[in-house]
């Protein structure tokens, strides 16, 4: 009975030495939160609302932070560790590396609206990245994108994805949204930003958050990759980390990985209205600026979707500097930012899942999660493609000869020139973002009133058989 007690111990204690842990830290004032970053903690999640703060820390230190903050609470083990019992497959209740590959797949050989996974580039260490395509639109169509585990230790971020597809190919045809927004708009999926590091964690399990570049240009523990996109890129030493060590490290330039540098040069090809790039974890439904704590000219949008989107969840919406800390070199950042293409209306929702591996052993929270996450995915579609209007990009659909709209120059900021061909307008508007209709422009030149807010526009040109309508950037 001992030695088989002993033998256990063995077993079991590798793991528990090396285990990093969660730690939930109180926090009396904002004061508190930059206190225990300056000391070198690695904040792993956290509200200034809340009043909490979450930091991972190595098994050997977890003692001295306790006694340093005896408020705080040790977090299970599982929620920081891969320890799935019975000996499930892979990563428990998440899905693993194989079995993603298995489910995209079988996906697309059971339904016809799904692609088969798609390479757009090879990660550090050659593995493919791909993305699946959903849709029953035109390849015209526009596209909505939606990503996860850019940080490979956050698996409920890939769950709410593969949640996402099931539902959308199951309820097409008779759930009305479902079938509008695959009618209407091509979804884009990347169900794995950052395989190296996921497959790093697979099946031991592992707190990799970054990729796996230990030593280019210079040896570290890996780039941050939502740390290493080019929009502000290294703005400042709080948002991003020039530390190799840094969980926050951003790299040595922009765009330095082959994660961040195809993913961006793919997302330009694909050009997305907008969509959601999916972490995990603490509840929280993030939107620009993220670099500084100051609004975009799409504050009220991003605010009043975010608030209608939460309304379910109560996922606490705002800026990341308002919610927790300021980033900078971030996908929703660069999205939105920058100048290589229209803006897009990109959000970062922190799904609140019990740390980051806290549901390998229980589904109750994964279904969970899943739900209140689909019913954001539904808004988010809805209101971006209402914003466009489904006719957009639909001339080549009509018999005769297509009417085309381009414009002179985009973004603008004085006056917009376009030109009309194949067919002549009878109508011609402009429309914001909410669809309204504020000028009727004529003879391809519209001089922008002085009073017109910065931010996206639509012109549009009809005849009453045909419309088509162009996306353009007011920028001051
Ligand atoms: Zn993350």
């Not at 999640?45 to 820390?57: F, K």
């Not at 939105?336 to 806290?358: C, K």
């Amino acid at each position: 009975m001992r030695k088989i007690f002993v033998v256990a111990l063995l077993l079991v204690l590798p793991v528990v030495m090396n285990a990093d842990r969660l730690i939930r830290i109180p926090m009396q004032a904002d004061s508190d939160f930059t206190i225990v970053r300056d000391m070198g903690y690695e904040i792993a999640a956290g509200s200034r609302v809340d009043g909490y703060v979450d930091v991972l820390v190595n098994q050997r230190f977890v003692d001295e932070t306790m006694k340093r903050y005896p408020e705080a609470r040790l977090l299970p083990l599982e929620w920081s560790e891969l320890v799935p019992m019975d000996g499930r497959n892979e990563m428990g209740y998440y899905y693993g590396p194989n079995e993603n590959a298995l489910f995209w797949a079988e996906l697309a050989v059971a339904n016809d609206m799904v692609d088969s996974p798609t390479s757009y580039g090879t990660s550090y260490e050659g593995r493919d990245l791909y993305f699946v395509r959903i849709t029953n639109a035109d390849t015209d169509a526009p596209a909505i994108l939606f990503t996860a585990l850019t940080h490979a230790r956050e698996p409920g971020s890939n769950s709410v994805i593969i949640d996402w597809a099931q539902w959308l190919t199951t309820e097409y045809g008779s759930d009305t949204m479902a079938t509008f927004i695959l009618d209407n708009a091509q979804i884009y999926i990347i169900p794995i930003v950052n395989p190296d590091a996921y497959e790093y964690n697979n099946p031991s399990g592992g707190d990799q958050r970054k990729n796996m570049n230990f030593t280019t240009p210079v040896a570290s523990s890996g780039i941050d990759l939502n740390r290493n996109y080019s929009f502000q890129w290294g703005y400042d030493n709080t948002g991003s980390s020039p530390d190799p060590y840094s969980a926050t490290y951003r790299g040595e330039s922009a765009l330095s990985e082959p994660e961040t540098l195809a993913q961006t040069q793919w997302i330009d090809s694909i050009e997305p209205l907008g969509g959601f790039h999916y972490h995990t974890y603490g509840g929280y439904l993030i939107f620009p600026w993220g670099y500084i704590n100051s609004p975009t000219p799409h504050q009220s949008t991003f605010e009043s979707w975010g608030n209608q989107m939460a309304a379910q969840n109560n996922y606490q919406v705002g800026r990341a500097a308002q919610i927790l800390y300021s980033v900078n070199g971030d996908a929703v950042d660069w999205s939105y930012g920058e100048t290589t293409h229209d803006p897009m209306l990109f959000y970062t929702p922190e799904v609140d899942d019990n740390g980051f591996w806290g549901s390998q052993n229980d589904t109750t929270l994964i279904v969970t999660n899943n739900v209140e996450c689909r019913y954001m995915n539904k808004l988010l579609c809805m209101n971006l493609l209402s914003m466009v209007g489904i006719e957009e990009g639909t001339g080549t659909r009509f018999e005769g000869t297509a009417m085309e709209l381009s414009l002179g120059s985009n973004p603008v900021s004085a006056v917009l020139s376009y030109t009309v061909t194949g067919a002549v307008p009878t109508s011609m508007s402009v429309l914001d973002v909410t669809g309204r209709v504020v000028a009727a422009p004529s003879g391809g030149n519209w001089v922008i009133p002085a009073s017109l807010q910065n931010g996206i526009y639509f012109l549009r040109a009809g005849n009453g058989t045909q419309t088509v309508s162009q996306r353009f950037t007011v920028l001051r």
